[in-house]
């Protein structure tokens, strides 16, 4: 058993401590980093959505015109 009393506790106090600072650092960064990044990931998903859109409307003018023509050759 590990005697956690006196300097010990301490120790592992300051120790915990240390590595909660640092985590808390690590996080700052990595959201300051994650901040910086999202406007040009944000801009890059949007550029993506707006052709898959525009080629999906595309596909389905063509085909609702093709099925209109059917419809009136029919009449």
Not at 24 to 41: E, K, S, V, Y
Not at 46 to 66: G, I, K, M
């Amino acid at each position: 058993m590990v005697d956690m009393t006196g300097p010990a506790l301490v120790a592992a106090s300051t120790d915990t401590r240390e590595d909660t600072l640092a985590e808390t650092r690590q996080l700052i960064a990595d959201l300051r980093n994650a901040a910086q990044d999202a406007p040009q990931l944000a801009r890059q998903f949007a550029e993506t959505l707006q052709t898959v859109v525009e080629d999906y409307a595309s596909e389905f003018e063509q085909r609702a015109e093709a099925l209109l023509a059917r419809l009136e050759a029919r009449q």
